[in-house]
């Protein structure tokens, strides 16, 4: 069965730069959900999409941005990277927005 | 302030045992609890899930058990075997417009043994 899909599976940035992150949610799913997960601790939800409008927020730091596009794959910006935004990125579809969310393999991202 | 308290830590169980992980929360407006399982490296793997008006629904080895006057809900994972070591996280969230964000517990670190 189709996953979902995040790139890049790996990014190394250096501090003050700027990342984008992608993912192509599973086919017919509409929402888009994004979590940030630091070494051995839970995922922290960020922010999620329903028919490519915001509709949930987490604790998502003001240098990140997010969106869905018409296709349902979404984008999350982030600048002004700092050391602390080392982590694992998840995103996570499901099928219209009151239904289970399925994560994608994640984002490593490492900011040096 | 950790809206969702998971227990224990971390837990080893012999093969063939039941392997038992203990979620609690506060918020009585959470109304929809899944639990995941994740390994290393990986993305986060729905188990199963649960509403409150259920207080027990059972998938092959996995059963959820809800309590809503106590405000808890656990995992029971039967006839445990060393595939299923990993990290159990439950969930929960509050159905407001859609598209709602998970809050995680801490996790459990599931070490089954041969």
């Known amino acids: 069965a189709a996953g979902v899909i995040q790139s890049p599976r790996h990014l190394i940035k250096e501090k003050r730069e700027t990342a984008t992150l992608k993912c192509y949610p599973i086919?017919?799913?509409?929402?888009v959900y994004w979590y940030q997960q630091g070494p051995g601790q839970d995922p922290q939800f960020l922010i999620s999409f329903y028919e490519k409008m915001q509709s949930d927020k987490g604790s998502i730091p003001d240098r990140f941005s997010a969106q869905q596009f018409s296709d349902y794959h979404s984008e999350l910006n982030m600048s002004s990277l700092e050391l602390g935004d080392s982590a694992l990125y998840f995103c996570?579809?499901?099928?219209?927005?009151?239904?289970?969310?399925?994560f994608g393999p994640g984002t490593r991202l490492t900011v040096l | 302030q950790q809206q969702v308290k998971q227990s224990p830590q971390s837990l080893i169980v012999q093969k063939g045992g039941i392997s038992i992980i203990n979620c609690a929360y506060e918020n009585t407006a959470f109304d929809y609890f899944p639990w995941y399982q994740q390994f290393p490296g990986k993305g986060p793997a729905l188990l199963i899930a649960?509403?409150?008006?259920?207080s027990e629904k059972k998938e092959g080895r996995f059963t959820i058990s809800f309590n809503k006057s106590a405000k808890q809900f656990s995992l029971h994972i039967m006839d445990s075997q060393p595939g299923d070591s990993a990290t159990y996280f439950c969930?929960?969230?509050?159905?407001?417009?859609?598209?709602?964000?998970?809050?995680f517990g801490k996790g459990t670190h599931l070490i089954i043994q041969p």
């Open positions: 649960i509403r409150p008006d259920v």
């Open positions: 086919p017919r799913h509409d929402t």
């Open positions: 996570a579809s499901s099928l219209d927005r009151f239904n289970e969310q399925f």
């Open positions: 969930a929960a969230s509050i159905r407001r417009g859609g598209a709602d964000g998970l809050t």
